[in-house]
């Protein structure tokens, strides 16, 4: 009997224990939730905490309440002025309503896909009627405001609110750019060129300016020069002058014996002269008086 009633209790304990562990249920501060019943949906939690439900009849949907992100392909546009355009996009996306989020999407993956298409749309409409050059300076940022917002229209439907749209990376084909870069390298080495040239020419101009005026100090230095000798050639032949006439003979004995010092330097010096040569007229006579051819 008490194996019996002891049965019982542990069976209605257990059966309480799984109502409430079925009708209670927490909602994380990250997350809001969405009560369905049998697949209807019945009511939407966004404040975090403990909530009630009905046990085995409704069940919880939950959805990320932080915002969310998209990244989108790279897209070529044509911009207003036929300019072709690589962008490359993103979205930053939160879930706002989630009843109309479950009823129109019902997942983050299909809410992504919508709102690639949206972003793709948005962005042909908005660069499309701006030149190429309004997405490279200063009025991006006016163009993404605009975009944003054209996307956030379109998205209120999918319950959902756009937070923000950027620009990563706009920047022409590769075929586009790769003729871009071709010009821009024929450009710069013609500027090569012309630069090399003008170098060249001012080169030209300072050797010929310095030759010019290497020529004029030789010619002036030349000429100094030969002032300088011919003052000093007349110098030496006045001493030489007033050498001689102040003693003839020895005078003579001194270019005789500064004669002799160069022509016989070397041992193995040969001569070929005659006996009565003036060369030799000191060799017998330190007076240098003429010899007598007989003796």
Same mark, same amino acid.
């Given at each position: 009997?008490?194996?019996?009633?002891?049965?019982?209790?542990?069976?209605?304990?257990?059966?309480?224990?799984?109502?409430?562990?079925?009708?209670?249920?927490?909602?994380?501060?990250?997350?809001?939730?969405?009560?369905?019943?049998?697949?209807?949906?019945?009511?939407?939690?966004?404040?975090?905490?403990?909530?009630?439900?009905?046990?085995?009849?409704?069940?919880?949907?939950?959805?990320?309440?932080?915002?969310?992100?998209?990244?989108?392909?790279?897209?070529?546009?044509?911009?207003?002025?036929?300019?072709?355009?690589?962008?490359?996009?993103?979205?930053?996306?939160?879930?706002?309503?989630?009843?109309?989020?479950?009823?129109?999407?019902?997942?983050?993956?299909?809410?992504?896909?919508?709102?690639?298409?949206?972003?793709?749309?948005?962005?042909?409409?908005?660069?499309?009627?701006?030149?190429?050059?309004?997405?490279?300076?200063?009025?991006?940022?006016?163009?993404?405001?605009?975009?944003?917002?054209?996307?956030?229209?379109?998205?209120?439907?999918?319950?959902?609110?756009?937070?923000?749209?950027?620009?990563?990376?706009?920047?022409?084909?590769?075929?586009?750019?790769?003729?871009?870069?071709?010009?821009?390298?024929?450009?710069?080495?013609? &500027?090569?060129?012309?630069?090399?040239?003008?170098?060249? &020419? &001012?080169?030209?101009?300072?050797?010929?300016?310095?030759?010019?005026?290497?020529?004029?100090?030789?010619?002036?230095?030349?000429?100094?020069?030969?002032?300088?000798?011919?003052?000093?050639?007349?110098?030496?032949?006045?001493?030489?002058?007033?050498?001689?006439?102040?003693?003839?003979?020895?005078?003579?004995?001194?270019?005789?014996?500064?004669?002799?010092?160069?022509?016989?330097?070397?041992?193995?010096?040969?001569?070929?002269?005659?006996?009565?040569?003036?060369?030799?007229?000191?060799?017998?006579?330190?007076?240098?008086?003429?010899?007598?051819?007989?003796?």
């Amino acid at each position: 009997m008490n194996r019996r009633v002891l049965l019982i209790v542990g069976i209605v304990v257990l059966v309480l224990v799984i109502g409430v562990w079925q009708t209670l249920f927490t909602v994380h501060q990250t997350q809001q939730a969405l009560v369905l019943q049998f697949g209807d949906p019945k009511r939407a939690i966004k404040e975090p905490g403990l909530n009630v439900k009905l046990p085995f009849v409704q069940n919880i949907v939950y959805f990320d309440k932080r915002i969310l992100s998209y990244d989108g392909p790279a897209e070529e546009i044509i911009a207003a002025d036929q300019k072709r355009l690589v962008v490359d996009s993103f979205v930053r996306f939160q879930i706002d309503d989630p009843l109309k989020f479950f009823q129109s999407v019902g997942s983050e993956n299909i809410a992504r896909s919508r709102i690639g298409s949206m972003l793709n749309s948005s962005l042909r409409a908005v660069l499309g009627e701006v030149p190429l050059s309004a997405v490279l300076t200063g009025e991006r940022a006016d163009l993404m405001r605009k975009i944003t917002e054209r996307v956030n229209i379109e998205a209120a439907n999918l319950g959902v609110v756009i937070t923000d749209v950027r620009i990563k990376r706009a920047d022409l084909p590769e075929a586009n750019s790769q003729a871009i870069y071709a010009r821009m390298k024929t450009e710069r080495e013609r &500027e090569a060129r012309e630069f090399r040239a003008l170098g060249a &020419e &001012e080169a030209q101009r300072v050797r010929s300016r310095a030759d010019r005026e290497k020529r004029v100090l030789l010619a002036e230095a030349q000429k100094g020069a030969q002032i300088l000798r011919g003052h000093g050639d007349g110098e030496r032949n006045r001493i030489f002058a007033e050498a001689y006439g102040q003693d003839p003979e020895f005078f003579a004995f001194y270019r005789s014996m500064q004669a002799y010092s160069v022509a016989l330097t070397r041992e193995d010096t040969t001569m070929v002269l005659t006996p009565d040569s003036d060369f030799f007229r000191f060799f017998n006579d330190m007076q240098g008086r003429d010899r007598d051819p007989a003796r």
